[in-house]
């Protein structure tokens, strides 16, 4: 399994590597379209501005044909691959476009500003749906939904892996040993709380691992004062904490899945009707630019 596991992970970053290699080649060959073109005693600027707006054009398209259903689910999937390919190669036409300066004005200050913030909420796109990815394969649930079911059945399993109580003692009249007492303690002060269904707080949103660390560090504590059958007990919880630890990072991911969209799509439409704004300011105050 080791083996197949390592095979499939040098195979992934191949094909990463050779996408971004593929993805640079193309980059230098419109920089070098450019270079021609303007060494043709032309202004660059119009060829690699019309390549952001060819660009843009494709993006947009994608965005409204994925909103309105338009594309297959195999259609859907080469077509963000060509998004993404599309994104990352409109960087070094960007570059080209503005000559690798800051702005002058304040349309221009909203172009580049937009320009560039949608090239950031795009390459953190990537992250998340490559981290979503990571997550099947790891057999991580990466819907809210299925999360939840696995909330309610970790609780389950907490407590079900908890000390009987003294009424339920196999002997009756024994008192309970000190490390299942403390086991209990334990989880009516901290592992109840931190295993409630379907509760994510906004420290675990945002991937604070105190409330972890801090059963973790309890656990690790009663472990060297337990019989060797409170040991196997401890070593259970202690994996079904790692378990919610882990539902956490995956409820994020969740989160931002959902909302990432509400970011990068709407700089995505402003972006283009600043687009269009700077194509017709440039065309209405130039004369024998071609």
């Not at 592992?191 to 409630?196: E, G, I, T």
């Amino acid at each position: 399994m080791a083996t197949i596991d390592r095979s499939s992970s040098d195979h992934n970053l191949r094909s990463v590597a050779l996408q971004l290699l593929l993805i640079g080649v193309a980059s230098a060959c419109l920089l070098e379209l450019v270079f021609l073109y303007g060494n043709a005693l032309r202004d660059p600027r119009y060829l690699d501005g019309w390549m952001l707006a060819g660009g843009m054009g494709l993006q947009i398209y994608f965005h409204v044909a994925v909103k309105f259903g338009w594309l297959s689910a195999k259609s859907a999937k080469r077509w963000r691959k060509l998004h993404i390919y599309t994104g990352l190669a409109l960087i070094a036409v960007f570059f080209s476009h503005t000559q690798a300066s800051l702005p002058d004005t304040s349309f221009e200050w909203a172009l580049w500003l937009s320009f560039v913030l949608i090239t950031l909420s795009g390459l953190v796109g990537i992250l998340i749906a490559s981290a979503i990815k990571a997550a099947r394969r790891a057999n991580q649930p990466t819907r809210r939904e299925l999360i939840k079911v696995r909330l309610v059945d970790l609780a389950r399993d907490v407590e079900a892996v908890l000390p009987a109580t003294d009424g339920e003692t196999m002997l009756p009249g024994l008192p309970a040993s000190p490390d299942e007492i403390w086991t209990k303690d334990l989880y009516d002060k901290h592992l109840k709380y931190y295993f409630a269904q379907s509760r994510f707080t906004w420290r675990q949103i945002y991937g604070s691992q105190t409330a972890h660390r801090l059963i973790t560090d309890e656990l690790d504590h009663l472990a060297h004062y337990a019989s060797p059958s409170s040991k196997e007990r401890l070593a259970t919880i202690r994996n079904l904490v790692r378990d919610r630890l882990r539902l956490d990072a995956a409820y994020r991911l969740v989160v931002l899945s959902d909302a990432w969209p509400f970011i990068h799509v709407p700089l995505t439409y402003a972006l283009t009707v600043l687009t269009v704004l700077h194509v017709v300011v440039v065309y209405a105050f130039s004369s024998g630019a071609w």
